[in-house]
């Protein structure tokens, strides 16, 4: 049996690549410091790639209520959902997310050891070995073959592998919370100060959240109140409100930043680990779990040894412009935002902007709907690079779905065309799926990876190109 991959960080991204990895049949070791799960109830807006994401591993289901969020902006200026058939947004508390990503890693066979701490690591040539704080001897060492770092915004895995980041633009700092009763009215509102939110969340219950930027918050060691977050509205609204006892309060702050790089030799990072901005963007949580399940896969090749030349590379190759894209969607947004009096005129301008269907559809999928650069110069339209979408299928064993084929953990060469002639060998590295044609497939033939992504598609009966990109994701056939 190979060592595990640690992971380092029981948070949502590290919880999903282990279960990735279980998927696998790969064993991990997930260390996570905090001894319990997060006590709040931080909604996350949860999009349609992740519901793919989740429907392909039979998650959705347990996740039990899920209402729909239709309310999407950019920096505060409302986007029309309704516009794009393909997107929705559901909300989702991350607890619950946590909560279910844990127990079905641990059903896969992951051993997550809660209130065990990364303190630090050493890498060589065949794997990596790690010291922890915790479990009953108070601290010990663990050997991995591989260590990620999922270990959140001031990840010790990033420093202590020498990884920088690079910092930019405002700095922000916000409470949210719910609360038992609040005496005031809905709101949603940019003010001078920064944002501003009131939902009325039914029996008399509230969402309360503030942002603020270029201020500094109380130290993190002070805890939240609710004194502070009065004086947080009195501050952006000139008001002062009467605001009852909280259910959970939360404070976050920060600035911008983005790891210089996602893998130093055997160390990767994932997740706020490597990527962190403010969370009015809506999206961290998503770009955090599409990095888990980008990195999942080709670890678990990794570890059994069928990992073509590059294959690990890829992972900062993709998830690294990914990283950037929602970093830079974030400081957009700050900038539409503030100093209010400064860009009122910019907001007027973007407000009549967002009525055109195309600005519509770029802004609502700005960092979710990510291509990566897989072909060789494929065409913008192509649909190479570009996750493949819910489609149902007829195949030769009954109505599926393209979401349903990836169940499995596979790859798959999805061949929609009769005439088409599969390559000798495929079978063996991936699953051969033939199924009718569709219109919104429109090719001979696809290479789906397991993360979804389409790494090759062909017209014809010829499968130009195919045999090369299946050396290029899944090895040769010998490693099979
Ligand atoms: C108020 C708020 C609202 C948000 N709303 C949304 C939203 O609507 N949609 C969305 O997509 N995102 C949202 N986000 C962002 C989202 O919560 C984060 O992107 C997500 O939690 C990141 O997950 P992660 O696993 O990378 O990091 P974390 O959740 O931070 O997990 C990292 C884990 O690592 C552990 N750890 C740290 N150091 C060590 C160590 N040395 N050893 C062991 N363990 C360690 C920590 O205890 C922690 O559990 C919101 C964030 C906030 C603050």
Not at 359 to 369: A, C, E, F, G, K
């Amino acid at each position: 049996m190979s060592d595990p991959i640690i992971i380092a960080g029981g948070g949502p991204v590290g919880l999903l690549l282990s279960l990735e990895l279980g998927r696998a049949g790969v064993p991990s070791v997930v260390l996570e410091k905090r001894p319990g799960h997060h006590e709040d109830e931080r909604v996350g807006t949860f999009h349609s790639r992740l519901v793919e994401i989740f429907r392909e591993r039979g998650l959705m289901e347990a996740l039990g209520e899920t209402p729909p969020w239709p309310a999407v902006h950019f920096g505060m200026v409302w986007l029309d959902l309704s516009k794009l058939e393909s997107e929705y947004n559901l909300l989702v508390s991350q607890t619950k997310i946590e909560q279910l990503l844990e127990s079905r890693a641990a059903e896969l066979g992951a051993d997550i050891r809660r209130g065990h701490t990364v303190t630090g690591f050493e890498q060589d040539e065949a794997g990596v070995t790690v010291r922890v704080t915790g479990g009953e001897a108070g601290a010990y060492e663990l050997r991995g073959a591989y260590l990620v770092g999922c270990d959140g915004v001031d990840s010790t895995v990033r420093e202590l592998a020498g990884i920088g980041v690079t910092r930019s633009g405002k700095s922000w700092y916000g409470v949210m919370g719910d609360f038992e009763s609040y005496d005031g009215e809905f709101d949603a509102g940019v003010r001078p100060g920064g944002v501003f939110g009131a939902l009325p969340e039914g029996t008399g219950r509230w969402r309360l959240q503030t942002l603020e930027f270029d201020i500094d918050g109380p130290p993190e060691s002070e805890p939240v109140t609710v004194e502070e977050l009065v004086s947080n509205i009195k501050r952006l609204t000139g008001e002062t409100k009467v605001v009852g006892e909280p259910l959970w309060m939360r404070r976050y702050s920060g600035t911008t930043q983005l790891a210089e790089r996602y893998q130093e030799g055997r160390v990767f990072l994932a997740g706020e680990a490597a990527h962190y901005y403010v969370p009015t963007a809506s999206h961290g949580l998503n770009t955090g779990l599409s990095d888990a399940v980008n990195l999942g896969w080709k670890l678990a090749a990794a570890v059994r040894g069928r990992a073509p030349e590059g294959l690990l590379e890829s992972y900062h190759a993709e998830r690294h412009p990914a990283g950037y894209r929602a970093c830079q969607a974030a400081q957009a947004q700050m900038a539409l935002i503030h100093p209010l009096e400064k860009v009122a005129a910019l907001r007027e301008v973007f407000q009549e902007l967002v009525g055109i269907e195309e600005v519509n559809r770029r802004l609502v999928t700005w960092s979710t709907d990510i291509r990566y650069e897989l072909g060789d110069g494929e065409p913008a339209g192509s649909l190479v690079g570009r996750r493949v979408p819910h489609v149902p299928l007829r195949t030769a064993a009954g109505e599926s779905g393209t979401g349903e084929l990836l169940g499995g953990g596979r790859g798959v060469l999805l061949v929609l065309d009769e005439e088409f002639a599969v390559p000798s060998g495929s079978e063996s590295r991936v699953d051969v799926v033939r199924a009718e044609p569709v219109a919104e497939l429109e090719a001979s033939a696809l290479l789906l990876r397991p993360d979804g992504y389409i790494a090759w598609a062909g017209s014809g009966a010829e499968a130009e190109g195919l045999k090369s990109a299946l050396d290029a994701w899944f090895g040769g056939a010998s490693g099979s």
